[in-house]
């Protein structure tokens, strides 16, 4: 099996997507080559906001901060910018076969190339424990970046509790009410094992079919944000499913989502069968996120993985 990523290979991997050329534009590639929009001095008022480290000291309204006793910017409707926000869906399925190193990874990716362009970042990280999802500061530089995603990497994945299914209603629901994403550009990064959206065989058909595609549409509307100026990517992470062909035996697997354990056989056509309907589950999802006119890529993990990652998204 291929080993997982260390924690010197993630600082490494990491640095290397901090010191890339600004023309390594990752965004770029997924939605569309437009860069900030809306910028100037614009005049409309459309509402104010907390000041934020970073932000241009002339946006700071002196009689609104006086009278709240806060730091408050004015925000006019000329003077919007892209914002760039990464969505990681950190619940406990992520933790299996270093698929999470590989998240955080893709999550840095996207992260680097919007400090590099200039633009705000930003993290939500959502995982399935009851509490609304963390939402970072906007982040300015690679250093801030990299600091985040290390105290991720060294946190202890989540346990899995049988208690609460990992939905994608609630995903997008808990999202949607807590992050503002009005005029973004965001990426969702998941393993994409909801208890409600999930591709299944059907023994009838011989084939993969998926199950709650009105779920999906509904959550991605959500996140997508109807009529307002967003976008909206999804990366889609995955095991090294070549690993898998070589397994011969009887193991022990643990479902990702329920922590029910149950023993698989795997031969030589058993194990064929089973990475054919893992990657058959990975292009089910991918045509039906393009039904919504949502793009979608797959990572997956693996010694190479820097190098996956530069290959989907340049």
């Known amino acids: ?15 290397g997507f901090s010191l890339v050329e600004p023309s390594f534009k990752v965004w770029t590639l997924t939605f569309g080559d437009h860069k900030s929009i809306r910028t100037g001095d614009g005049m409309e008022f459309r509402e104010f906001r907390q000041y934020e480290h970073g932000d241009d000291i002339a946006s700071l309204d002196v009689e609104a901060s006086l009278r709240t006793g806060e730091k408050l910017a004015r925000l006019n409707l000329t003077e919007e910018k892209v914002k760039c926000a990464v969505i990681l869906d950190d619940s406990p399925s992520l933790g ?5 190193g590989t998240a955080l990874l893709a ?30 500061p906007n982040i300015f530089s690679a250093e801030d970046a990299i600091g985040l995603l290390l105290d991720l990497f060294d946190r202890s994945v989540s346990r899995i509790n049988q208690q609460r299914k990992n939905t994608f209603a609630e995903l997008a629901s808990k999202i949607s009410r807590c992050a503002d ?12 094992s909801f208890s409600d959206v999930f591709v299944y065989h059907d023994d009838a058909s011989k084939k993969e ?10 959550g991605m509307d959500m996140l997508s944000g109807g009529r307002e100026a967003r ?10 499913w070549n690993d ?13 989502e329920t922590g029910q354990k149950k023993t698989i ?18 292009r089910i999802l991918k045509e039906h996120s393009r039904f919504l006119d949502i793009p979608m890529a797959w990572l997956h993990s693996g010694d190479n993985v820097s190098e996956e990652i530069e290959k989907t998204f340049i």
């Open 1 to 15: 099996m291929q080993k997982r990523t260390g924690r010197k290979d993630f600082i490494k991997m990491l640095r």
């Open 265 to 282: 056989h795997f031969d030589n056509a058993s194990a064929g069968r089973f990475v054919a309907r893992q990657r058959s589950r990975e």
């Open 107 to 136: 999550a840095g990716c996207y992260l680097m190339s919007a400090i590099k362009k200039k633009d705000p970042a930003s993290m939500i990280i959502y995982s399935n424990d009851g509490k609304i999802p963390f939402i970072s």
């Open 231 to 240: 976008d909206i990517a999804l990366i889609g992470v995955a095991p090294y």
């Open 244 to 256: 898998f062909l070589e397994l011969r035996g009887f193991f022990s697997i643990e479902d990702s």
């Open 96 to 100: 299996y076969y270093g698929m999470r």
């Open 181 to 192: 994403l009005s005029n973004s550009l965001a990426v969702m990064v998941s393993d994409f």
């Open 209 to 218: 079919k998926l199950t709650g595609y009105g779920e999906f549409k509904r």
